[in-house]
């Protein structure tokens, strides 16, 4: 799973809809870093990590619990 160049990340609300603005393409050895970025935005509760060639579901990946 992850071994791709490139994958597709989405932030989601409590709704589990997505957050307008909140997707886009990212080098995979940059999720960690990007996924941080995407959390400073409180409206995001998780993100889903997508295939960038095929657009399949990889994983989802939840806010913290002790983050605000």
Known sequence: MLTGADSILRGYGEDHRIVYCSGGVVAT?????????FFTDLRITDLHIRSARNNCYQCRVDRSPAAP
Do not use: G, K, L, Y
């Open 29 to 37: 050895e940059a999720i960690p870093a990007r996924a941080e970025a």
